[in-house]
């Protein structure tokens, strides 16, 4: 029964919905603190390439290491990434549209990313290490929900955890009302005592670890390889995802495992044998993507939201 088409398309929509629900996850309380990241894809190139590199540099010893340290190397370097952002947007009080293009400009394809893999001479070579999966229990087998609940790797439990805790976070704690505020009136906020400063620094450098942590996700797990670009625009499906999802967190959730579903649609037919344009199916993504923003800005839609009205507005006192 796990080798029904349905089964599979399933397992491999997590496989790749999983790096947009975390990227999703951290743009969301970036913009739920006021702050528009347009850089997220750039980041998550970052985070693929120094994540992979760490990863080959682990020649000897146990697995492991070399992935905690490959995937801590991918989230620091989304932290540095997303403190320039924050120092830009939040203390200069730079525009946000402009700043988050600047950077990825300079960290994407054709920037320091693509840099790093030339000097590195990572497409060259061949990953070493790959996040395995758990088979939680040995219940791996089980009809239809051992592999698609059961058998993942630690990332993608680590997904499902950040969807409910950033949830919790926002709904049932006094933190999480104070990043609300901010988000939605950060004079307000100030005068309550919140540090509406403190609040965007925080939750756009979380975002920015988020980020690269998705970005390892691509080189230590789908790919386990380095190619530039490897990403494929995922960084913007992540930012959309969030407009979509209107701020809330099951909504990226769903919406990243719709969009993981379309991504691995045409994979999992040519696996079976059937022979399609690639062209058309690499395509699918994006014009789900475009489709969706369409629904959701009108008034079809019954969950309709409106953005933090804070969002993309520097804070001033």
């Known amino acids: 029964m796990n080798d029904l088409m349905v089964v599979t398309l399933l397992a491999s929509g ?32 970052m985070g693929a390439a120094t994540a992979f590199w760490t990863s080959q540099s682990f020649t000897g010893g146990p697995d492991w290491l070399a992935l905690t ?61 790959r996040l ?18 059961f058998d993942q790797d630690l990332l993608v439990y680590f997904s499902w955890a950040i969807v409910a805790g950033v949830w919790f976070y926002l709904t049932r704690t006094r933190a999480g009302l104070h990043l609300r505020a901010v988000g939605e009136e950060p004079n307000a906020a100030d005068a309550m005592g919140v540090n509406v400063v403190a609040t965007r620094y925080v939750h756009t450098l979380i975002g920015g670890a988020l980020a ?7 080189s230590l797990i789908i790919s386990v390889n ?6 494929a625009g995922a960084g913007w499906i992540a930012i959309a995802l969030v407009i979509l999802a209107f701020w809330r967190p099951l909504f990226v959730l769903i919406g990243a495992y719709l969009f993981g579903v379309v991504t691995s649609l045409g994979f999992t037919l040519q696996a079976l044998g059937y022979t399609l344009p690639a062209e058309l199916f690499s395509s699918l993504p994006y014009l789900l993507t475009l489709l969706a923003v369409i629904l959701a800005s009108g008034r079809l839609s019954r969950f309709h939201l409106k953005a933090p009205a804070a969002l993309g507005l520097p804070f001033r006192r």
């Not at 975390?22 to 997220?40: D, K, P, T």
């Not at 380095?226 to 990403?231: D, F, K, Q, S």
């Open 69 to 129: 340290a490959a995937i801590l190397v991918g989230a620091g370097v989304g932290v540095l990434v997303a403190l320039i952002l924050a120092f830009s947007v939040v203390t200069m009080q730079a525009n946000q549209v402009v700043s988050g293009l600047a950077l990825l400009i300079f960290c994407g394809p054709l920037g320091l990313s693509n840099y790093l893999g030339a000097v590195g001479n990572l497409t060259s070579t061949t990953g070493l290490h």
């Open 212 to 218: 690269g942590v998705a970005g390892a996700y691509y």
């Open 14 to 45: 997590i496989l790749y919905g999983t790096p947009l629900i975390i990227a999703g996850i951290g743009e969301l309380l970036a913009e739920r603190s006021g702050v528009l990241n347009l850089s997220v894809e750039g980041i998550m190139l």
């Open 132 to 149: 395995p999966k758990l088979d939680l229990f040995g219940l791996g087998d089980l009809p239809v929900v051992g592999p698609l609940v």
């Open 226 to 231: 380095w190619v530039n670009n490897i990403t």
